[in-house]
């Protein structure tokens, strides 16, 4: 079976588990307090996550098989690996990336980053030893990541609602479709043979999770509740590289005084963004 | 390139005192020029030294935040009702919080550069956000602030890492507390976060 299928798969798993468990409020509102871990505040259900029960049974099954293997995994990479074969690993995975990131920009009208993504490609394959060294950023050629997901919300495709989805994590319902998409195009579909395009993969996978070391640590020291926090990270950041950094801004009125005069905007109601002035 | 740039930023510290009338964009390229610069020259504030990242941000980054908006903005409505004591906790605790964040990322500088690349005003209010980028090896990550003017000077009273405001998402962390313990709840969170991260 291929990845694409295989995710293809896991996202209709999610999507029927999740909405199986997002059945239960209609019978008795106390199921979400049962599942949830710590917290027990009984708040109103967050309209961005609908099937927060399921997700966060995700997230902690997700969080175990993180401990056990991938983890691990990562550490011993970025102990044992030496920093520049590291380094040109990394290199490696970012210029096939770059590729799709280059198409992305595309079908968004975005020409201009769009050409410069290209021209990075150019760079880095024809002078960087096929992508294993970086001259591009050097010469100011910046990565500019875009996936299938951004796309689709640039098109005005909604987020939809939050997912946490078996192994591969946050994610919402539009990108975990981006997700789908972007596999197809994903630097393993070069590999002929499928033990190749695995390996790849799974190298792929411990590379990023090892840039990740840092960002998670960070993680478990900054948060009251590493569930919410992730997933609004996660719905905050995705806004954000929709609208191209420049998402529409809350503004707190919290003066000692008057009463809050805005009420909270729905992170992740990723509506066709506004024009940008750049 | 930066070098020079921080020699004149420097001059232009000792001759104008505080950061009274400097331009959004230009208070936010010191600030961050001086700590990139601190951090790369400090072998203690790489390895993560608290107690030397803690006197960097007093003397570079504190007297350019408004950290009672920030802490107030983070806390939400109840904050009115917070008495003195109180407050003075919750901004004794959360700006503990946000320096051990930033202390876990003051260790990852390394060779990189900050670009202040645009600021735009925030429609319907006196703020302003200067955006910029580290860049580094890889991609670059987005650093965006988000100032206010009190009287005569600019404050940053909000920092976006990636894509997340800060106080936009503690402000729901904290919400969840609230709701359920009240300030003193909030306060009692904080200390026990505060202290576990230490050990």
Same mark, same amino acid.
């Given at each position: 079976?291929?990845?694409?299928? +295989?995710?293809?798969?896991?996202?209709?798993?999610?999507? /029927?588990?999740?909405? +199986?468990?997002?059945?239960?409020?209609?019978?008795?509102?106390?199921?979400?307090?049962?599942?949830?871990?710590?917290?027990?505040?009984?708040?109103?259900?967050?309209?961005?996550?609908?099937?927060?029960?399921?997700?966060?049974?995700?997230?902690?099954?997700?969080?175990?098989?993180?401990?056990?293997?991938?983890?691990?995994?990562?550490?011993?990479?970025?102990?044992?690996?030496?920093?520049?074969?590291?380094?040109?690993?990394?290199?490696?995975?970012?210029?096939?990336?770059?590729?799709?990131?280059?198409?992305?920009?595309?079908?968004?009208?975005?020409?201009?980053?769009?050409?410069?993504?290209?021209?990075?490609?150019?760079?880095?394959?024809?002078?960087?030893?096929?992508?294993?060294?970086?001259?591009?950023?050097?010469?100011?050629?910046?990565?500019?990541?875009?996936?299938?997901?951004?796309?689709?919300?640039?098109?005005?495709?909604?987020?939809?609602?939050?997912?946490?989805?078996?192994? /591969?994590?946050?994610?919402?319902?539009?990108?975990?479709?981006?997700?789908?998409?972007?596999?197809?195009?994903?630097?393993?579909?070069?590999?002929?043979?499928?033990?190749?395009?695995?390996?790849? !993969?799974?190298?792929?996978?411990?590379?990023?999770?090892?840039?990740?070391?840092?960002?998670?640590?960070?993680?478990?020291?900054?948060?009251?509740?590493?569930?919410?926090?992730?997933?609004?990270?996660?719905?905050?950041?995705? /806004?954000?590289?929709?609208?191209?950094?420049?998402?529409?801004?809350?503004?707190?009125?919290?003066?000692?005084?008057?009463?809050?005069?805005?009420?909270?905007? !729905?992170?992740?109601?990723?509506?066709?963004?506004?024009?940008?002035?750049? | 390139?930066?070098?020079?740039?921080?020699?004149?930023?420097?001059? @232009?510290?000792?001759?104008?005192?505080?950061?009274?009338?400097?331009?959004?964009?230009?208070? *936010?390229?010191? @600030?961050?020029?001086?700590?990139?610069?601190?951090?790369?020259?400090?072998?203690?504030?790489?390895?993560?030294?608290?107690?030397?990242?803690?006197?960097?941000?007093?003397?570079?980054?504190?007297?350019? &935040? #408004?950290?009672?908006?920030?802490?107030?903005?983070?806390?939400?409505?109840?904050?009115?009702?917070?008495?003195?004591?109180?407050?003075?906790?919750?901004?004794?605790?959360?700006?503990?919080?946000?320096?051990?964040?930033?202390?876990?990322?003051?260790?990852? *500088?390394?060779?990189?550069?900050?670009?202040?690349?645009?600021?735009?005003? &925030?429609?319907?209010?006196?703020?302003?956000?200067?955006?910029?980028?580290? $860049?580094?090896?890889?991609?670059?990550?987005?650093?965006?602030?988000?100032?206010?003017?009190?009287?005569?000077?600019?404050?940053?009273?909000?920092? #976006?890492?990636?894509?997340?405001?800060?106080?936009?998402?503690?402000?729901?962390?904290?919400?969840? &507390?609230?709701?359920?313990?009240?300030?003193?709840?909030?306060?009692? $969170?904080?200390?026990?976060? #505060?202290?576990?991260?230490?050990?």
């Amino acid at each position: 079976m291929s990845l694409g299928r +295989c995710a293809t798969l896991l996202l209709a798993v999610a999507l /029927l588990a999740g909405g +199986c468990a997002s059945a239960p409020p209609a019978v008795g509102a106390t199921d979400a307090s049962g599942v949830a871990t710590g917290a027990a505040a009984p708040a109103p259900r967050n309209p961005v996550d609908p099937w927060e029960p399921f997700n966060r049974r995700v997230s902690a099954f997700n969080d175990a098989v993180d401990d056990a293997v991938l983890r691990p995994l990562a550490t011993a990479y970025r102990d044992y690996v030496p920093s520049p074969v590291r380094q040109g690993m990394g290199n490696l995975f970012g210029n096939l990336g770059d590729v799709w990131s280059m198409a992305n920009h595309l079908l968004q009208g975005k020409l201009h980053s769009g050409l410069d993504m290209g021209m990075r490609v150019l760079t880095n394959t024809l002078f960087g030893l096929g992508g294993l060294l970086d001259p591009a950023t050097e010469a100011g050629l910046q990565r500019r990541s875009e996936d299938f997901g951004q796309t689709l919300g640039r098109w005005g495709v909604g987020p939809g609602p939050y997912v946490v989805l078996p192994l /591969l994590g946050p994610r919402t319902v539009r990108d975990s479709f981006g997700f789908v998409v972007d596999r197809q195009f994903d630097g393993s579909r070069l590999f002929d043979s499928e033990a190749t395009s695995y390996a790849y !993969t799974a190298l792929e996978l411990v590379y990023t999770r090892s840039e990740l070391l840092a960002t998670t640590s960070l993680l478990d020291q900054a948060a009251l509740d590493r569930y919410t926090f992730v997933r609004d990270a996660y719905l905050a950041r995705r /806004l954000d590289q929709v609208y191209d950094g420049a998402p529409p801004l809350e503004i707190f009125d919290d003066t000692d005084a008057a009463p809050a005069a805005n009420p909270p905007a !729905t992170p992740g109601a990723g509506r066709p963004p506004a024009p940008v002035v750049r | 390139m930066l070098h020079r740039w921080f020699t004149a930023a420097a001059a @232009i510290a000792i001759c104008v005192p505080a950061f009274a009338q400097q331009a959004p964009d230009a208070l *936010v390229r010191q @600030i961050s020029g001086e700590v990139i610069e601190a951090a790369k020259a400090d072998k203690a504030i790489q390895a993560g030294d608290v107690a030397r990242i803690s006197a960097l941000v007093d003397t570079k980054v504190m007297p350019a &935040v #408004n950290f009672e908006v920030m802490t107030r903005s983070a806390v939400g409505p109840q904050w009115r009702g917070a008495t003195p004591e109180q407050r003075a906790k919750l901004q004794t605790e959360f700006k503990a919080l946000l320096l051990r964040v930033y202390s876990g990322a003051l260790t990852q *500088v390394k060779d990189q550069t900050v670009e202040v690349t645009r600021t735009q005003p &925030v429609q319907g209010s006196t703020q302003v956000v200067v955006q910029s980028e580290v $860049r580094g090896k890889g991609e670059p990550i987005k650093l965006d602030y988000r100032l206010d003017r009190f009287d005569d000077a600019w404050k940053i009273i909000d920092v #976006n890492v990636g894509g997340i405001w800060l106080v936009q998402s503690y402000r729901s962390q904290f919400g969840q &507390v609230l709701s359920s313990g009240g300030i003193d709840g909030l306060i009692t $969170r904080l200390v026990e976060l #505060n202290k576990g991260g230490k050990g």
